[in-house]
């Protein structure tokens, strides 16, 4: 030993220690689960059947049946992710004053226990042609089942995903607002500020971070999207999207190489979006959301 | 239609506040004058910063009506009355710089410009801070701090400055330094302040009048010299340092005896109630040839004199002062002047 310090202890100030170990599970399934699979569906999507190393690529972007999937993806995705933020913020904003926050909360985020393909299930009943929902239209003249057509199609994924994402963007969106000191708004309220002028002066900045953090895991999850564009979409034409390509590369095609391209070019894109968004994050004030003390 | 900036006074008049069965502040009615420093004073749970809440208009009342001069106020949503209010956690905005912080309240009144600039540069020179101007409050101590949640209540000129406890954050050094930058600025600007306070001391050196709240009900309303010297009832005595409470006999003409002892006080309105409460203040409850007989029970030298706790035979701990280091165990009798004992009735809580 080269100190009368034991060997523990240095260990100890380097931050290792017994509590260090019980990182390991975690790590093993980290990467066994996640990174070896990754790392090997990136070095596959490289050998492509043709044997060049970008051929999977050059297919995808050459194939309008294939790289049209993007655009399908982001159409679906982009805005279903904004409508549940936007309407996600006014929900947490009036559920953060009620008394039994608990209750209701628990009712609005009943909806992610259920599954997206139970969810759809019910969905093809209810907004089906013989659903209540378009028979009540139909009733009320406001159209007729031929008219009201609400799956099969592009609105009946959106639909879907913004049942089953809404709780999980409401979830976050509230636990930020929360964050923010009712304090700040009183104090603005004092000054002469009007509800409108507190949302954008004092709300808007300090939740913009955590809306961007919203946004971002909202839109992976709709931009994953496949039972549902399946079950309620129309899987062959508009709602073809990007996780369908890769399945249909994988398992009707066999062709595993092309399908990891396929999740490779997925990944790549939501990339694109996150980091795009994180980065406008760097505009806003960064901080603690209360008085900075007390 | 925004309260008027010039005004006389301001008028609470029978103002209440009830949280469903619990009424928090009932019929509290109060007159100010412009210029007055006011302290509400109280233990926690008092009413104080209900009452302070309502004037400012965050919490609505349940009963009666605030005035200034004849505009009623309580009606006006808090955005119109235009009171700088502090807060006890200062609630600073963490994103903007001081001067923005302080520059709120004219930028949401759409004030010119240039207008803005001059009254923050203002604002910021009476609560010397030219140094921090372009920090975030994040980046300041708690004192400085506290100054921009001042400069930014006084920056819109406000007729009426509301502070909640706002020194409770702060060390006790800080804390007696920004007392006197309090007073100093309240006398600059020729405003109304209300201070909630549960520091006795807070409000004795600050206000023109104090008003002893508890239990959501006035107890007392006074200069601070007329509180610190003849609190009007036992309670308000307890608050106001009047550690030492015995119980005993009216003996007639301000008199109390204690079995074999009698003490003479003040007659704070015993009348004849069976049994009298003598309350005095540790400093003035020291050693005697004759008095009250106590046990010492604990000692400590707090610089230039002796403290010390006692028991007597009925087991009542009594505070006193001393100027010898006194034995634990050692048989006492304590005793206090005449004009420094006050005698309530009894059944007073």
Redesign the interface.
Known sequence: MRSGVPLKARLAARGLDGVTLLVIPALVLLVGLFLYPFFYGLVLSFMPKDGTLLGNYRKFFSDPFLYETIQTTLAIALPVTIVNLVAALPVAFRVRRLQHQRLVTTILVLPITLGTVLVAEGMLNYFGPQGWFVRTLTLLGLGSPSSIRLVHNYWGVFLSLVITGFPFTFLLTLSYVSGV?T??E?????????AA?RFR??FL??LAPGLAITFCLSFVQAYSVFPSAVLLGAPAGPTRVISIAAYEAAFEQYDYSLASAIAMIMAATQLVIVVAVLMSRSL??R???????? | MPAPAQFRQLRLEGVGRSFGAMQALSDLTLEVKRGEFVALLGPSGCGKSTALNCI???LATTSGSIWLDDTRIDTLA????????V?????????MTVRANIG??LR??RRPRAEIAARVDEAIRTVRLETQADK???Q?S?GQ?QRVAIA??IA?DPPLVLMDEPLS?LDAKLRLEMRQEIRRIHQGLGCVTIYVTHDQDEALSLADRIVVLRDGQIRQVGTPAELFARPARADVAEFMGFRNRLVGRPAGAGKVSFGDATLEGVDMGIGDAPTALAAIRPDDLTLAESGIPATVEAIEYRGRDFFGSARTSDGVELYFRSHEALKIGAKVKLAAEPSKILLYPGDAT
């Open positions: 000191d304090a700040l009183n104090a603005a309220a004092t000054l002469g500020a009007r002028a002066t004092i900045p300090l806003f004030y901080g603690p959301a209360a008085g900075a003390k007390g | 400012a208009g965050l808090v955005e119109d009355r235009g009171f700088g209010m807060f006890q956690n200062y609630a600073l905005f963490p994103h709120f309240g949401m009144r975030l409050p994040g300041l708690g701090q930014r209540a819109i954050n």
